[in-house]
């Protein structure tokens, strides 16, 4: 441990408490000292021939191509692709909307669901099956109620 009034030792500088006094008129600044653990780095070089391992902006390097554009290569990433194929269910709402009416509408309704969910094809089979089971159902109840 060190007293308050130990000198340090002679290969340290001394501390100042303040800044030495700007240079008279005519003189300069001596250099500044590097800061303890920087290193002083040789003068940046000066206009011309850049760096050596640097490129001038907006030039490819000599002897490398240029970069292909940006292609996806795996699908399956980012937005579900469409499956092959139409919905089976919308195909059975269609052939059901003759046959049952009440399976036809359930069948369009399940399909219109999974065909929004899996992206599949069919929407318009599905919507045409719910529409033509409806009409049959509504048809089959008015006819009913006329012949009571």
Not at 109 to 132: K, P, S, T, W
Request: with cysteine; charged share 5%.
């Amino acid at each position: 441990m060190s007293e308050p009034g130990d000198q340090p030792p002679p290969d340290q500088p001394q501390w100042q408490p303040y800044p030495p006094a700007p240079p008279e008129q005519g003189q300069q600044y001596p250099p500044a000292p590097p800061q303890y653990g920087q290193q002083q780095y040789p003068p940046a070089p000066q206009y011309g021939q850049p760096p050596y391992g640097q490129q001038p902006y907006g030039q490819q390097p000599y002897g490398q191509q240029p970069y292909p554009p940006y292609q996806q290569q795996y699908p399956g990433y980012g937005y579900p692709q469409p499956k092959g194929g139409t919905n089976g269910l919308a195909i059975a709402s269609l052939i059901l909307a003759f046959l049952c009416s009440l399976a036809g509408l359930i069948c369009g309704i399940i399909a219109l669901n999974q065909i929004r969910d899996r992206q599949q094809e069919g929407r318009g089979l599905a919507i045409a099956g719910i529409v033509i089971s409806c009409l049959s159902i509504v048809g089959s109840i008015a006819l009913i109620s006329v012949r009571s």
